[in-house]
């Protein structure tokens, strides 16, 4: 029984919640770099035998992964990853651009400096992966260099929804996007964020919501040419008659 004034919460409790934290990042950051797939399967056993954790911490990271739509909590009560849809992609859309120029704004505003040694590097760090890295690399690479802008702003609100709606379209742009992009789409990206830099130094707030609107843009036209079928031009469909010799005798 526990006596007045103590704690309810051992040891135990402690390493699980620590132990559903490691499990929450690690499947979250797996999940949204396509480690693991869309629709695939998620197996609690052999999770919590990687982790050397009891089942219980790994339930409870997928319940937060859950309520991030991360994961699909089937009836039967087993889990996949969610699968990847289309359906919310203009909403992400929109939500990103209006998120993206709320926080241009903002910086303007607030004269807080953007072109500064920390993101002219992580602009670098973008160019230098082009042609040069994987796919991934170059994602991760323009990744941090969009969640600079949350870390200058020091305001809570937009940078937390800000990161929410980057995380939100991380598989949408692995797979819709960088598979399909160019160098020179990927140079031009990197140039509208140095034309960013600029606007919201010199106060030029409509330039910062004509630059992210282009810088939107360029994702959205790479995302539709994805979409392009390109084999079935090709396909003839046309067919002769079947040729089935001489007919059956009746």
Known sequence: MTKKGESTTGPTSGTRKRGAVTVYQALREEILTLKREPGSALDETAIAKSFELSRTPVREAILMLSGERLVKVLPNRSCIVEPLTMHQLREMLDTWLI???????????????????????RVRALTDTIGHASELDTALALLQLQRGYADLAKNFFLARYYLQCL????????????????????????????????????????????????????????????????????????????????????
Request: hydrophobic share 45%.
């Open 99 to 121: 998120l993206g120029r709320a926080l241009s704004q903002h910086l303007s505003r607030a004269e807080i400096p953007v072109d500064t040694p920390m993101m002219q590097d």
């Open 167 to 250: 995380d939100a379209g991380r598989r949408t742009m692995l797979l819709l996007y960088f598979p399909y992009a160019s160098a020179a789409d990927l140079h031009r990206q990197a140039d509208l964020h140095r034309d960013l830099f600029a606007a919201i130094d010199v106060k030029d707030t409509a330039a910062c919501n004509r630059i992210v609107g282009e810088q939107i843009a360029g994702i959205l036209q790479i995302i539709q040419h994805s979409l392009v079928p390109v084999a079935a031009d090709a396909v003839d469909l046309s067919t002769s008659a079947l040729d089935l010799g001489h007919p059956l005798p009746t």
